[in-house]
C-alpha cells in the first residue's frame, strides 16, 4: 500500500505578498526565542549606545514585563519611527557586511519585538531638550509623543507573545525563564567590564528584588576582567583562574581558565567570546575540551572564559538571526591557537592544584549527624569552666610519669632525614609518614599536604612516557599486507590531505585506487588495529572540527594505562627518602597537581584551617 501525496491532488495556490504585520512576526520568530533573546538584544543595543549602566527589569519570568534602561545617549524623537522599521540600523550602511564592529547590525530586533507585544520606547538623545517615546502594539505603530526622562533610553516590552498567543506554550515556566535572562545578562557583564549590569525581578510589583548587580571596574584591563570575573563567577573561580594572552598574527586570545582539579560536573561554565560577542560555537567548545583533554575524564569539564579578538574581515557573524554563531576564515589556526595557549598555561601551573580542594577536604571533616542540635556561641561554656574541666579530666600519673606508655601506632612513620636543609620550605614539604600504605603525609612551613602516592606517581610517569615519545617519535609498525579500506572518493582526499600529518603518528596512508585508502603502517604501541574503524573515526572528527586527534588521543590514552600500570601501586610501603624524592619530582613535574583522570594528587591544608578544625583559634 503507497501512501497518497497530499500535494498531488490540491489545487494550485496563487502566489501573493505577505503584510507586513505578518512579516514581522515570522522575523520575530527568528530573532524572539523566549524572554532572555528579547533582552540579549535589548541591552546589546544598550552597549551600542555607549551606555556606562544599564537596568534590566523583568515581571513573571519576563512573559508579562521586559524592560532595559540604559544611559547611552540615546534616539532622536525624529528618528523613533524609522528605528522600529525592519532593517533600519545605524550601526551599519550596509556597503560591507563583512567589517561589523558593534553588537547589533541587522535592524530587526526593536520590529521584531513591536511584532509579538506592546513595546514603548523612551529615549532622549544627548543635547535633546525634552524626550520622546513612541508605542508599538502588535505591529500597529503610533505616534510619537513628548516625554519624561533625563538621559538615555527605556525600552518596555509588556505582555510578550500576545500577538502570537501559540508561542506562550512553548515557554518554560517562570523560574527557567528568568534563570535566562540572568545568563544573558552575566555573559554580557563579563563581555563588557566597565559597564555596570543592574537585575531586577518586579513580579511583586514596586521596586521588587535586586537579582544581581555589578559596578563599573576600572584600571587596568586583566585587573577589571578579574574582578568582573569574581563577581559574577565567584571568587573560586577567579581564585583558580589562569591567565590567557596569546597572539598568533591577527588572533588575539585572551581570558581565564581554570587549573583542572576546578572542573565541573557538565559544562556550564564555559563562556566564549569573539569580538566582544558571546557566541555558542562548536568550533571553539571543541577547541577547549580538546586542550584539557590530557586532563580530564569524559564525565568532567573546564572552566573558562576566553575572548578571542581579530579583524572584522576574519570572522562572519552574520551567520545566524540571533548572533550565537560565528564562521571563521581560518578555523584551523583559531582552534590551534586555543589549545596551545591552554595547553602551555596549563604546563607553567606545575604542580599547582585548585583552592577548593583543600575546602571541600575541610569540609568532609565537619559532617553533621541529621537531628543533632546545633551549639550556639551563648551555650558555650566559660574559659574558665573549660580549664577546670580540662583539670579534672587530666590524668594524675604521680610515680608513672616517667613510665614507657605503650600504644599501637594506626600509621607508619618514616621519619625524614632532619639534616635534609629547607625540605619544608619547598611547596610540597618534607615527608614525615605514610599512612594505609597509600597517603604521604608531608609538613610544610605553614600546614600539611596529604599525597595520594599513585596517582601522584601515575602522573609522573605518564608526563615521563610523553616526553620520551616526543623526543623519539612514535614507532610505526610496518603491516605484512597492506589493509585496504574502501570510502567514498571525497572521504579518500580529506584523509589524503592529513597524511603528513598522521605519519607523524605513525599512520602512513596511500591512495589504492578512486575509493579506497591503502594502511600501510599502524602505530605500534596501539597493537593490532582495526584501520577501517579508525580511519572511520578520524573522517568524523575531521567532519566535526576540521582537525582530527583521533590517533594522538588514542595514543596518550595507551600511555595513560602504562603509566597506571607502572607506578607506585597503593599498599606498597615506602622509605622516606622514596616519598620525598616522590615530593621533588612533583614540585618539577607540569600537571602533576592532578592524575591521568582529573582526580587532585593532593590536598594542601593550612596550619590555621587545622587549628580550627579543633577549635583551637
Known amino acids: 500500500m503507497s501512501l497518497a501525496n497530499p500535494n498531488i491532488d490540491a489545487p494550485p495556490r496563487q502566489i501573493r505578498q505577505l503584510d507586513e504585520a505578518a512579516i514581522n512576526r515570522i522575523a520575530a520568530g527568528e530573532v524572539v526565542e523566549r524572554p532572555a533573546s528579547a533582552i540579549k538584544e535589548l541591552v546589546e543595543n544598550a552597549l551600542d549606545a555607549g ?15 521586559l524592560r532595559v534602561t540604559d544611559d547611552g545617549h540615546g534616539i532622536p524623537a525624529q528618528d523613533l519611527p524609522l528605528a522600529l522599521a525592519r532593517h533600519a540600523t545605524s550601526k551599519i550602511d550596509g556597503s560591507d557586511l563583512l567589517n561589523i564592529r558593534s553588537f ?8 521584531s519585538l513591536g511584532a509579538v507585544g506592546r513595546l514603548t520606547v523612551t529615549s532622549r538623545a544627548l543635547g535633546a531638550g525634552e524626550a520622546a517615546e513612541i508605542t508599538v502594539n502588535g505591529g500597529a505603530q503610533g505616534p510619537v509623543r513628548p516625554a519624561a526622562l533625563s538621559k538615555g533610553t527605556v525600552v518596555t ?15 518554560r515556566t ?22 555596570g549590569f ?78 566582544g560577542r558571546p557566541v555558542r560555537d562548536k568550533l571553539l567548545i571543541g577547541a577547549l575540551r580538546a586542550a584539557y583533554a590530557d586532563f580530564l575524564s569524559r564525565d568532567r569539564h573546564p572552566a573558562a572564559v576566553l575572548f578571542i579578538d581579530l579583524p572584522p574581515q576574519l570572522v562572519d557573524v552574520n551567520v545566524h538571526p540571533a548572533k550565537a554563531e560565528v564562521r571563521f576564515r581560518e578555523p584551523g589556526a583559531v582552534r590551534g591557537l586555543i589549545v596551545t595557549a591552554l595547553r602551555h598555561a596549563l604546563a607553567e601551573a606545575g604542580h599547582r592544584a585548585s583552592t577548593t580542594v583543600a575546602g571541600a577536604t575541610l569540609g568532609a571533616f565537619r559532617p553533621e549527624p541529621a537531628g543533632a542540635a546545633r551549639i550556639y556561641q551563648m551555650d558555650r561554656p566559660s574559659p574558665g569552666a573549660l580549664s577546670r574541666a580540662h583539670a579534672a579530666q587530666a590524668p594524675h600519673l604521680g ?62 610517569v605518564y608526563e615521563r612516557l610523553k616526553r620520551q615519545m616526543a623526543e623519539r617519535g612514535v614507532a610505526a609498525q610496518a603491516l605484512l599486507i597492506p589493509e585496504i579500506v574502501e570510502l567514498s572518493p571525497a572521504e579518500c582526499a580529506t584523509l589524503l590531505d592529513e597524511a603528513p600529518a598522521l605519519a607523524k603518528l605513525g599512520l602512513t596512508l596511500e591512495p589504492f585506487g578512486p575509493g579506497a585508502i591503502a594502511v600501510r603502517e599502524t602505530p605500534a604501541i596501539l597493537g593490532p588495529v582495526d584501520a577501517g574503524a579508525l580511519l572511520r573515526d578520524l ?3 575531521l567532519a566535526d572540527l576540521g582537525q582530527s586527534a583521533a590517533v594522538q588521543t588514542r595514543i596518550e590514552a595507551i600511555l595513560s594505562r602504562m603509566a597506571c600500570h607502572g607506578s607506585v601501586r597503593s599498599g606498597r610501603r615506602m622509605s622516606a627518602e622514596e616519598m620525598n624524592a616522590l615530593l621533588r619530582e612533583m614540585e618539577a613535574t607540569r600537571h602533576s597537581g592532578q592524575c591521568n583522570h582529573g582526580r587532585p594528587t593532593y590536598v594542601a591544608l593550612k596550619l590555621s584551617d587545622i587549628e580550627r578544625l579543633f577549635g583551637r583559634t
Open 174 to 195: 517562570d523560574r527557567a525563564e528568568a534563570q535566562a535572562i540572568g545568563d544573558v545578562v552575566k555573559r554580557l557583564a563579563m563581555a563588557e567590564p566597565t559597564v
Open 157 to 171: 516590552l509588556r505582555d510578550l507573545f500576545s500577538a502570537t498567543p501559540a508561542r506562550l506554550k512553548f515557554l
Open 539 to 541: 573522517l568524523d572528527e
Open 51 to 65: 551606555a556606562t549602566r544599564i537596568t534590566v527589569e523583568y515581571a513573571d519570568g519576563g512573559k508579562t514585563l
Open 104 to 111: 547589533g547590525f541587522r535592524g530587526e530586533a526593536l520590529p
Open 198 to 275: 543592574t537585575l531586577r525581578d518586579v513580579s511583586g510589583g514596586g521596586d521588587g528584588r535586586t537579582v544581581f548587580r555589578v559596578e563599573p571596574e576600572t584600571g587596568d584591563l586583566f585587573d577589571a576582567l578579574h574582578r568582573r570575573l569574581a563577581a559574577v563567577l565567584g571568587a573560586d573561580f577567579a581564585e583558580n583562574a589562569l591567565l590567557i594572552e596569546t597572539r598568533r598574527e591577527d588572533v588575539l586570545l585572551t581570558g581565564y581558565a581554570a587549573l583542572p582539579t576546578y572542573s565541573r560536573g557538565a559544562a556550564v561554565a564555559q563562556f566564549l567570546f569573539v569580538n
Open 399 to 460: 610515680g608513672l610519669a616517667d613510665a614507657q606508655m605503650s600504644y599501637t601506632p594506626s600509621a607508619r612513620v618514616e621519619a625524614a632525614d632532619p639534616e635534609a636543609p629547607g625540605t619544608e620550605a619547598a611547596p610540597l614539604g618534607a615527608a614525615r609518614a605514610q599512612v594505609h600504605e597509600n597517603y604521604i603525609i608531608a609538613q610544610t612551613a605553614d600546614g600539611i599536604v596529604i599525597v595520594d602516592q599513585h596517582a601522584a606517581h601515575e602522573r609522573l
